[in-house]
C-alpha cells in the first residue's frame, strides 16, 4: 500500500530563510503534486511534477522529483509571510487511475 | 464564477441526524470526488465518480452514501451521524480522472456533530 510521508510536519521560520520540505513516498510513481492549504480555506494546486528529474518554479517556491529515490523537494528561498500555509505532497496509485493519497502536510509558519 | 462550490459551508448538528452536503462543478470536468480532512488535518479520499459513475469505493461506514445525478454534481448524503464524522469534506473534480490530472477542491464544508 502506498504511503507518502513529508517532514517537518511543523516548521516556523523567519522572513528570508531558505528551507526545504521532504515528501517521501513508499512504492513507484512518475508524477507528483503539491498543494497548498490556508487555514481554514481549500487546497490550491502549487505543481505538478510528470518526470523523474521534473523541477519547477514558482515565486519562491520550487518543487523538484527524484522518482528513482521516491523523493520530491519543496524549497522555499527567502520566506516571507504570505506563504505561510500548510502544505501537502501527493501521489496517485497505480492501482486506480483517480486516486491519489496525500502526506500528512507540513505547516509553515513564517515570522517576520 | 466559482470553480468547484459546495453548500452548505458550515453544518452543525445532533448525533443521530441525516445530512447532506451538495458539490457542484462548472469546469466541464469527468469526474469528482469527495475527501474528509480531520482535525489533523490527514485528509483522505472517500469516493470518485467518473460521468455518472461510482469508480473509487474507498472503506467507508455504509452510512456515507454519495450520488451524482449527472457529472456536474455529487452530493454526500450521511445517515445516523456520530462524533466521529466532525472533519471538514471536501468536494474535488479533475478532468478525466487520469493520474495527471490535477485536482481542483471545493471550498470545504466544516461538519460539527454535537
Known amino acids: 500500500e502506498l504511503k507518502v510521508e513529508q517532514n517537518p510536519l511543523f516548521l516556523s521560520m523567519q522572513e528570508g530563510k531558505n528551507y526545504t520540505i521532504y515528501c517521501n513516498y513508499s512504492t513507484t510513481s512518475d508524477r507528483l503534486y503539491w498543494y497548498r492549504q490556508d487555514p481554514g480555506k481549500s487546497l490550491e494546486s502549487l505543481f505538478v511534477?510528470?518526470?523523474?528529474?521534473a523541477v519547477k518554479q514558482e515565486g519562491r517556491l520550487m518543487a523538484s522529483l527524484d522518482t528513482k529515490a521516491r523523493l520530491s523537494t519543496l524549497h522555499i528561498t527567502a520566506a516571507v509571510h504570505d506563504l505561510s500555509a500548510t502544505y501537502f505532497c501527493a501521489v496517485p496509485t497505480y492501482s486506480s487511475a483517480s486516486k491519489i493519497i496525500f502526506g500528512s502536510g507540513t505547516r509553515l509558519s513564517i515570522r517576520p | 464564477d466559482t470553480a468547484v462550490s459546495q453548500t452548505p459551508k458550515y453544518l452543525v448538528t445532533q448525533m443521530g441526524n441525516d445530512k447532506s452536503i451538495k458539490c457542484e462543478q462548472n469546469?466541464?470536468?469527468?469526474?469528482m470526488y469527495w475527501y474528509k480532512q480531520d482535525s489533523k488535518k490527514f485528509l483522505k479520499i472517500m469516493f470518485s465518480?467518473?460521468?455518472?459513475?461510482?469508480?473509487i469505493n474507498e472503506t467507508v461506514p455504509n452510512r456515507f452514501s454519495p450520488k451524482s445525478p449527472d457529472k456536474a454534481h455529487l452530493n454526500l448524503h450521511i445517515n445516523s451521524l456520530e462524533l466521529g464524522d466532525s472533519a471538514v469534506y471536501f468536494c474535488?473534480?479533475?478532468?478525466?480522472?487520469?493520474?495527471?490530472?490535477?485536482?481542483?477542491f471545493g471550498p470545504g464544508t466544516r461538519l460539527t456533530v454535537l
Open positions: 511534477l510528470l518526470s523523474n528529474g
Open positions: 474535488a473534480s479533475s478532468v478525466s480522472g487520469g493520474i495527471a490530472d490535477t485536482q481542483y
Open positions: 465518480y467518473n460521468n455518472k459513475e461510482l469508480i
Open positions: 469546469l466541464g470536468h469527468d469526474t
